[in-house]
């Protein structure tokens, strides 16, 4: 079974919308934390943001927020007031213990901001 | 500036000749990673190591080697064992500890003609 899963191969959003990004997880381990990373077209990954499994509440960055919903075992990324500079690839990763800390990837979403 | 080096950020080589890529990093982090990212497709790991002289097999190790000599070191060796070794590679690390996450090199950019 996959880890993480993204549904959405391709969106797009116009520049100064909001957007949500879809990922969902499957793991039985209690403990475990929840990233989403950024590759431009230059294939830097650039880390965003992070929740883990016992945070309360959402986290939050600047323009991303996470909407973490512990039970349906999703952690859609939402990025306000799209910027030009936001197209781009994004993956949704998860760590979790129980397998040395490993870091699974979600295949990625392409998000293209309109002008 | 800590960070992770990757080099060549291109590399060229021809079929069924062993090359290695390095990976640096000066944070002083445990763990490393080498992902390998096809056209359009996301990460998959090929090994990594959680602690110097140890390290295990991702999901795509076959046709790759790592060594692990050094904390701040974890070359990559694509063997002529690789089928399609064309593909871009990742270098990542991260603090051993659940709730953090990993750094990324700038990637390396192999082509094998």
């Known amino acids: 079974a996959q880890k993480i899963t993204q549904t959405q191969p391709g969106m797009f959003v116009q520049e100064k919308e909001a957007v949500t990004l879809d990922c969902t997880y499957d793991t039985s381990d209690p403990s475990y934390g929840l990233f989403w990373y950024k590759q431009p077209s230059s294939g830097e990954m650039i880390f965003l943001i992070y929740q883990g499994s016992y945070d309360q509440q959402n986290a939050t960055e600047g323009r991303y927020s996470l909407n973490f919903q512990k039970a349906r075992k999703s952690a859609n990324l939402v990025i306000s007031a799209s910027q030009l500079g936001d197209s781009a690839m994004y993956f949704c990763?998860?760590?979790?213990?129980?397998?040395?800390?490993?870091?699974?990837f979600g295949t990625g979403t392409s998000l293209t901001v309109i002008p | 500036d800590g960070g992770i080096t990757q080099s060549p950020k291109y590399l060229f080589r021809k079929e069924g000749q062993n090359v290695t890529l390095s990976c640096e990093q000066n944070l002083n982090h445990d763990a490393m990673y080498w992902y390998r990212q096809d056209p359009g497709q996301g990460l998959r790991l090929i090994y990594y190591s959680q602690i110097v002289n140890d390290f295990q097999k991702g999901d795509i190790a076959e046709g790759y080697s790592v060594s692990r000599e050094k904390k701040e070191s974890f070359p990559l060796t694509v063997t002529s064992a690789q089928k399609n070794p064309t593909a871009f590679y990742l270098c990542?690390?991260?603090?051993?500890?659940?709730?953090?996450?990993?750094?990324f090199g700038p990637g390396t950019r192999l082509t094998v003609l």
């Open positions: 990542a690390s991260s603090i051993a500890v659940l709730y953090n996450e990993q750094f």
């Open positions: 990763a998860m760590r979790e213990p129980n397998t040395g800390n490993q870091f699974y």
